[in-house]
Nanobody
């Protein structure tokens, strides 16, 4: 069994910063791409950033310039550094690992449970 557990969310004032973490654990052989998404109330879940195991990164326009994704392959952990936060960044933030190679199972898609980020004005 594999779990993705996010942490680092919370309440922050506009202009502040937060660093989210997502740690994958379990019978993992390897993880290819990991990514961050968010979902605000009443809105669809949107992609923010992706990072491959080799470090190739892509950002959605929403995240460019203020958010930075990084990864520690040895710890199966992905991070999202968020700076200059705005009230419209308020959402539940989720990590996803769409290509987790699991012992005895093969390739599986996993989501974390989400962590809430609230930005006050």
């Amino acid at each position: 069994q594999v779990q993705l557990v996010e942490s680092g969310g919370g309440l922050v004032q506009a202009g502040g910063s937060l660093r989210l973490s997502c740690a994958a654990s379990g019978d993992i052989l390897r993880i290819n791409t990991m990514g961050w998404y968010r979902q605000a109330p009443g809105k669809q879940r949107e992609l923010l950033a992706l990072i491959t195991s080799s470090g190739r990164i892509s950002y959605a326009d929403t995240a460019k310039g203020r958010f930075t994704i990084s990864r520690d392959n040895a710890k199966n952990t992905v991070y999202l550094q968020m700076n200059s936060l705005k009230p419209e960044d308020t959402a539940a933030y989720y990590c996803k690992a769409p290509s987790v190679w699991v012992v005895g199972v093969g390739r599986v898609d996993y989501w974390g449970q989400g962590t809430q980020v609230t930005v006050s004005s």
